[in-house]
């Protein structure tokens, strides 16, 4: 296999033109009643589809942060559904459950994870397949919260449920994204943005005065997330500072190294999670980073049972024998239903081979690396905070607006695609590498698109 | 296409018989290094994989409910992983959104549901695609949350959001799936089980009385969920008269027709949504029974806003121009991230027509009343309760006891799978039609599997 084969690549935009709604004029108000022949349905996909396709696996993407596609993925998720057995629970069909545990495993042991989190020690903890990081954020809460629950209550057998809940507190840094505090709100709890620093690291000392402060107003702190890569910066917090002062207040500690995680594959970058012998539950997308097709997102529990036993539901018609002897992976998720999922991360890792998998992070870590140079020898340009994997965040020097006109001319150009954010009130563009196509030549690419927008811009603001 | 095409049949055991653990020894304990063969990885998934598979898809199958497989919905699949866009906003992938957005009414229609459920109708209401009926009861139920709290805030404006969560009661059948009691956990909210009635459906008396009770106990209604096709027996709640009564003490009315819904693409079984006007969601799955390999859960929402507004969570990373004239499907569901799942339904629809998948459900109805026939026919078996759509729940006369042992003479014989439940202390056993490639002969075949172990059972026990 050409592991970075060249794709062909035809002249379109990165960004499609169509505005809301242009599909639905283009296709029937009905279903058929009789079936329709496939050369038909295949045409349409060209003709209804294609044109309203933002795409992702472009070398002129640069938005968000990658989503992963390979061949060997995709032809796993093809078995997966000629097979296409639900995996809910053992029986449901042993080698689904089966797999996932052993591919969690080689991929815990190819982060190298403490020991507690894989199947594999004989201990208590270990993977499973998340669909999202969102959904592998909210489930470590809701395990975080059944455990707080449950010490408190021992201590205040008088407090009812919903005393406890309305006292608990999690944390987390005004970097985390957006999911960290849309799983507050699901689960119902209060969770704080802690103020990050300015390398935009959440600190250990801002926790522990956050978790003091609370303390002293009669609160329970039960939950911490760590970003390792945030989605504005892929700025790394200080899990080895967070995680002590956590455990010291029995705080649980979840990491979301939801992009950045695929990199700790490299020996090099796990300086990036040291302290995670701290943490209680660990998350990352390979199906980010990391060439597996969406979805997969791995998550790492050392205390699944916290999960398992709060929100355990068990008809009949989900029972069977072997209850007890491996995991029904139903109860470690919020869905009920699961595909076959593991056969992706299985393919993957055998047809690439770990050292194809390093290399990709490598090259991509190179482009950003690459995109930052040509950007800092422009007088005009500066970076915002510090490059890391494979995104480099920069801005002209000046204003927000200024800014927001370039990205405004960027993206209307139409051939690459980059998405903004804000920090500190400072607007800056982030120039994500995500195809796995990318070269070189790309890269130059996408800085001439930046650079040539900027003559534009300034030239008009002199006229 | 050959609609309903024997599949090829060989001779194995629709449940395999490895243990637990059985896979770990037969595959290396690490992620080569090195790239191995597609061969090699192809070869395994026959010696590691397939002796672990339960045929899901096999006409011998017939335990919980079916879990659709069909070639448009794999060829499909294969599009969206090629494609591999993430669909979070409108902007992230246009077509994605906007294909669902049409897809949705397609089915709306298919299945008749009122005008306020329909994008096309130009209100409020539309659809989406949730992974799984377990997702999309627990956004009915968020949704059902936030718009009770907001009344009773008004109400109340010295009550705090717990206090009001405290009073939060919502309501469901005894007969309804574990993942409705799961979604109450999940939640963080009461949910009482109401006892259904001698046909195991849940009535509207039973449920105001319920309301009356706890609304006198200083308690607040906010949710019902009605179950279209029961899991235990395929019981159809009385929408007709739950309906009316929520709307009456503002509850708010989830239909969970997960399986059965499919169904009602069938004029004459709609008769069995009678009050479905009345609903504020609708939910099922066509990766159940509608030829849509999972996941594909349709939910149909009038107020769509209630959990849009509720967990909006707004970075300027996912923000975009066209912000309010398309929906954001990020707002609609847990996760962040979602794929192109449209594209299954479309080639299902398309490629089937909606004459097929009429036929597709009348056959397997057909199957169940031919199990009933035969089941009836002997002297030694009884049916249990009403055979509906495609499930015959059956067993011997005589005690739970009698029954466990047949059910598990049955399946230790490895040709046929079935799953028990239990209702009312008796236990029985569901025989579901499950494969699309079920024929007559079939159904026989799985007779004369329960036939000969009642035979052997009953010999043993004369003994």
Redesign the interface.
């Known amino acids: 296999?050409k592991?970075f084969a060249k794709s062909s690549r035809k002249a379109i935009r990165v960004?499609?033109t169509?505005?809301?709604?242009?599909?639905?004029p283009l296709?029937p108000?009905?279903?058929?009643?009789?079936?329709?022949k496939?050369e038909?349905?295949m045409a349409d996909?060209e003709r209804?589809?294609?044109?309203?396709?933002?795409?992702?696996?472009s070398p002129k993407f640069h938005a968000?942060f990658p989503?992963?596609?390979s061949y060997?993925?995709?032809v796993a998720?093809?078995?997966s559904?000629?097979?296409?057995?639900?995996g809910f629970t053992?029986?449901?069909?042993?080698?689904?459950t089966?797999?996932e545990?052993?591919m969690l495993?080689?991929?815990g042991?190819?982060l190298d994870l403490p020991q507690e989190f894989l199947a594999?020690s004989g201990g208590q903890g270990g993977g499973v397949i998340q669909?999202?990081?969102?959904?592998a954020t909210?489930v470590a809460l809701?395990g975080a919260k059944a455990k707080t629950m449950k010490r408190v209550k021992e201590e205040h057998p008088d407090w009812?449920?919903?005393?406890i809940?309305?006292k608990l507190v999690g944390y987390t840094s005004n970097q985390s994204?957006?999911?960290v505090?849309?799983a507050g709100?699901?689960?119902?709890v209060k969770l704080r943005g802690l103020k990050a620093d300015e390398n935009l690291k959440l600190r250990g000392e801002t926790l522990e005065k956050a978790i003091k402060e609370d303390l002293e107003a009669g609160l329970i702190p039960f939950y911490v997330v760590a970003t390792l890569g945030t989605?504005?910066t892929c700025a790394f917090d200080r899990l080895d500072e967070i995680g002590p002062v956590a455990n010291q207040y029995k705080v649980w500690v979840h990491v979301d190294a939801a992009y950045a995680g695929s990199a700790f594959i490299c020996p090099e970058y796990r300086y990036l999670m040291k302290g995670i012998e701290t943490a209680d539950s660990f998350n990352f997308n390979p199906?980010k980073w990391m060439l597996v097709?969406?979805?997969c997102s791995a998550m790492w529990l050392k205390e699944p049972y916290w999960i398992v036993n709060?929100?355990n539901?068990?008809?009949?018609?989900?029972k069977h024998d072997?209850q007890g002897?491996?995991p029904d992976y139903r109860h470690w998720q919020?869905?009920?239903?699961r595909?076959f999922r593991a056969?992706k991360l299985?393919?993957v890792?055998?047809?690439?081979?770990?050292?194809?998998l390093q290399a990709h992070i490598r090259r991509h870590c190179g482009f950003a690396k690459q995109f930052e140079a040509l950007c800092v020898a422009d007088d005009r340009f500066e970076i915002f905070g510090e490059v890391q994997m494979g995104l480099a965040c920069f801005k002209l020097k000046g204003s927000n607006e200024l800014n927001e006109a370039l990205l405004k001319r960027i993206n209307g150009r139409g051939n690459i695609h980059l998405?903004?954010?804000?920090v500190n009130d400072v607007?800056f563009l982030?120039m994500a590498v995500c195809s796995r196509f990318t070269e070189t030549s790309d890269i130059d690419y996408s800085w001439k698109e930046v650079s040539a927008a900027a003559d534009e811009l300034l030239a008009e603001q002199k006229k």
């Open positions: 296999m592991v960004l499609p169509v505005q809301p709604g242009y599909l639905r296709i108000d009905e279903a058929p009643q009789q079936p329709e496939w038909d349905v996909v209804v589809i294609m044109p309203g396709v933002t795409h992702w696996h968000y989503t992963a596609n060997p993925a995709i998720d093809m078995l559904g000629a097979i296409a057995c639900i053992w029986i449901a069909s042993p080698a689904c089966e797999l545990v052993v495993d080689w991929l042991k190819m594999c669909g999202t990081a969102s959904e909210l809701l009812d449920d919903h005393t809940v309305s994204h957006s999911s505090e849309r709100l699901l689960g119902g989605t504005n199906h097709n969406f979805d709060a929100f539901v068990d008809p009949l018609y989900l072997m002897s491996a919020i869905p009920l239903g595909r056969l299985w393919f890792l055998r047809l690439y081979g770990v050292d194809n998405v903004p954010s804000k607007y982030r």
